[in-house]
C-alpha cells in the first residue's frame, strides 16, 4: 500500500520560512516525478512545484518562483519544498503527489496518482 507522509507545516509570520517534507512507502518499481500543490480554503487546488524524477528539471507556479525551492532524495524516497519569503496569501494545506511516468513533469494534479494526506501552512501579516 502506498502512503505519502508529509511533515513540516506550521504557522509563520510574513517573510519566515519553512521547509516541508514528504516520504514515499510501498512504491511499486518505477520512476516518479513529485508534485507539491496547495489549496487555499474556498479555491481550487493549485500547483506549486514540481521535480523530474531523475532530478534534471524542476518547474514552480509564477506565484512562488524565486521564494520556494523543491527538492528530492532519491535514495529516501523523500522530497522537500522548502519556501522562504512567505506571504499570507501562501497559507494552503499542502500536498504532495507522486506521478508514476518517465515522461516530463506536470503541473496538472490529474496524471498525479498518490497524494499525501496534506499539511498545513500559515502566514500571519
Known amino acids: 500500500q502506498v502512503q505519502l507522509a508529509e511533515s513540516g507545516g506550521g504557522a509563520v509570520q510574513t517573510g519566515g520560512s519553512l521547509s516541508l517534507s514528504c516520504t514515499a512507502s510501498?512504491?511499486?518499481?518505477?520512476?516518479?516525478?513529485w508534485g507539491w500543490f496547495r489549496q487555499a480554503p474556498g479555491r481550487e487546488r493549485e500547483f506549486v512545484a514540481a521535480?523530474?524524477?531523475?532530478?534534471?528539471?524542476?518547474f514552480y507556479a509564477d506565484s512562488v518562483k524565486g521564494r520556494f525551492t523543491i527538492s528530492k532524495d532519491q535514495d529516501k524516497n523523500t522530497a522537500l519544498l522548502q519556501m522562504s519569503s512567505l506571504k499570507p496569501e501562501d497559507t494552503a494545506v499542502y500536498y504532495c503527489a507522486l506521478h508514476r511516468t518517465t515522461a516530463s513533469i506536470s503541473k496538472y494534479a490529474a496524471p498525479y496518482d498518490y497524494w499525501g494526506q496534506g499539511t498545513q501552512v500559515t502566514v500571519s501579516s
Open positions: 521535480i523530474h524524477w531523475s532530478r534534471i528539471s524542476t
Open positions: 510501498g512504491l511499486p518499481t518505477g520512476h516518479y516525478n
